[in-house]
């Protein structure tokens, strides 16, 4: 995927060398297979215990009836076959691809933008960077809080809308507006995040690039369409992949704005947040385990999907 | 080139960019000042209409009964072990199993370094049931080792920290050696000093993303005492809910101590985020 393409580009293929001239010593070498295990075996102790393991075990428990508190019993299939007739699942899926839909255009086009106002020679350039960036570093607990305490029926947010004229929504509690909130939220806090990517990417365009674009009269807009755009190719992808990946395991914000219920009337149920409340509150691990499952192979398929689509190399 | 910046097309594009600019950052930092206002407003206050921006006097008493209302001072430390307790881990493990990595030839290095790649796929999310389990089967719910083990080697930190070995130049190495310097002090004294930047960086990412995590202490400890900060504000939230103006004092205090390590190494933090793009 994109994590392997970008070790590769920075590794340029030098920590995978034989060294031939450690080859004779034998003691060398056996000192190094030591030292090489030594030093990974603890991470990948852990990683094992807590990553690998557990996604394993997810597999597994997807094929069993259990409760956390009565015996499992072997199933086969049926947690998948009763998943994809529970309508509440299918509610879940069509929320966090709505939400992935929405989030990952919008936050992506705001960044660049952003990104490429930016780049140009501007007064006050680091305080818009701090700015612009500051809501990433804050927890999407306090985030999701301070939304709501806005959002509130009576907050700021409506405050203004009235001051236009407009009579503003009970944004939290309606089912229309639950899930538009958590959308804004999303788009606030990782617009900046990604600018600072993008940021990087433009930094890397050899400026030699856009003047001769100048110097044979090219506008603003075309070189940024025909010369900056195909150029940051590689970065658009990372950040799309990164965006799709991210909105996709949205739970935390939903958790605390509907209090773990996903309500009004599952209007802001993902399928993260489902597959919480299968484990832990439905008391059916089985299905959250399929769940898992089928949310893991999707997201997988969307980030292969985007990569077909945006991953292809630009030749100049 | 000349023409191109003195055209009065190209001064009213900049000013007009530069508003956008200005609007932008105003949206940005809106729920930032009306939280820092709101923390310091009467309960009376937090509602009116029109919203009042800066309220007189200042109602500092908010910051002081909120940790009489809810044990914030508890959740702080709790907080603080868990996120120094999994940066320092991490600072160790992942430097480590980085460094053998790139700098160490063995048999298996290859199929060891696929492997943590594509531990980085992933996603917390997909094992929380069979972490959940484990953890309970270890006795570690309700522990702190329980919200700091799960996240006390990152896959994203090792990759991170062999990056930044493979760029050290291998002259040093061989003279060690020379020296009969064994592996765990050439790490100690030779390498790891020459990435104290990437070791800066993956500290704040890390120590970030433990301070702000929320849903593995919700997954583990469900005994207020061991709430962290991010825990107990959710519960507060949920008890007190209209008590807006101690909450948000509440959401100032959690934030501060992310904001000033910002402020402080805000060249840090970006060089993080360019390099892992997770924030």
């Known amino acids: ?316 | 080139m000349a023409g191109r910046h003195s055209g009065w097309a190209y001064r009213l594009s900049r000013g007009l960019f530069f508003l956008i600019l200005v609007g932008g950052a105003v949206v940005m930092m809106v729920p930032f000042i009306w939280t820092l206002s709101t923390s310091l407003k009467p309960l009376s206050l937090a509602l009116a209409f029109p919203p009042v921006w800066w309220p007189h006097p200042f109602e500092w008493s908010n910051f002081v009964s909120v940790f009489t209302t809810v044990p914030l001072a508890r959740w702080f430390f709790n907080s603080a072990v868990v996120a120094v307790t999994v940066t320092v881990g991490n600072l160790i493990l992942d430097s480590m199993a980085g460094y053998a990595l790139a700098r160490i030839d063995f048999k298996g290095r290859t199929f060891l370094y696929v492997g943590i790649l594509a531990m980085m796929m992933v996603p917390f999310q997909a094992v929380m049931l069979p972490v959940y389990l484990l953890l309970r089967e270890l006795g570690l719910l309700n522990t702190y080792w329980g919200m700091i083990l799960p996240t006390i080697v990152s896959s994203m930190g090792i990759f991170l920290m062999r990056q930044a070995f493979l760029n050290l130049p291998k002259e040093l190495d061989d003279a060690a050696v020379m020296d009969g310097c064994g592996r765990f002090r050439m790490f100690w004294q030779i390498s790891l000093p020459q990435v104290t930047p990437t070791m800066l960086t993956l500290a704040l990412l890390i120590f970030v993303g433990s301070w702000n995590n929320f849903l593995l202490p919700l997954l583990v400890a469900n005994q207020s005492h061991l709430w962290t900060l991010q825990l107990g504000i959710v519960e507060f939230q949920s008890e007190y809910a209209t008590d807006w103006p101690l909450l948000m004092a509440a959401s100032v205090l959690i934030t501060l101590p992310i904001a000033a390590l910002f402020l402080g190494f805000q060249r840090w933090f970006v060089r993080g985020i360019v390099m892992s793009g997770i924030k």
């Open chain 1, 1 to 316: 995927m994109n994590i392997e393409a970008k070790s590769a580009s920075v590794d340029g293929g030098r920590g995978l060398k034989p060294r031939p001239g450690r080859r004779k010593f034998s003691r060398t070498r056996l000192n190094d297979l030591f030292a090489g295990y030594g030093f990974t075996l603890p991470s990948a102790f852990v990683l094992f215990i807590f990553t690998l393991g557990p996604a394993l075990v997810a597999f597994y428990l997807s094929f069993f009836s259990w409760s956390l508190l009565n015996h499992m019993h072997f199933v086969g299939l049926a947690n998948f076959w009763g998943i994809l007739h529970y309508s509440v699942f299918w509610i879940a899926v069509r929320n966090s691809v709505l939400f992935a839909c929405v989030v990952v255009p919008v936050q992506t086009v705001i960044a660049l933008a952003l990104a490429v106002l930016l780049n140009q020679n501007m007064p006050a350039r680091g305080f818009f960077r701090l700015a612009f960036y500051f809501p990433s570093i804050s927890s999407s607990a306090v985030i999701t809080i301070i939304f709501m305490w806005m959002f509130n029926q009576l907050g700021l947010v409506n405050s203004f809308l009235s001051w236009l004229g407009i009579s503003g929504p009970d944004w939290l509690g309606s089912p229309h507006f639950a899930l538009p909130t958590i959308m804004i939220l999303n788009i606030w806090t990782t617009a900046g995040t990604f600018m600072i990517i993008f940021l990087a990417g433009l930094q890397a365009i050899p400026v030699s690039y856009i003047e001769a674009a100048a110097v044979d009269g090219a506008t603003g807009w075309h070189t940024f369409r025909r010369i900056t755009l195909p150029l940051l190719r590689t970065t658009l992808f990372f950040i799309v992949v990164m965006g799709v990946i991210g909105t996709l395991q949205m739970f935390d914000q939903s958790f605390i704005m509907s209090g773990g219920s996903g309500g009004p009337l599952h209007s802001t149920t993902t399928v993260v947040l489902l597959i919480y409340n299968f484990i832990f509150a439905y008391g059916n691990v089985g299905y959250g385990a399929a769940a898992t499952v089928l949310w893991f192979i999707f997201i997988l398929g969307a980030t292969l999907a985007t990569n077909k689509w945006l991953g292809q190399t630009v030749d100049y």
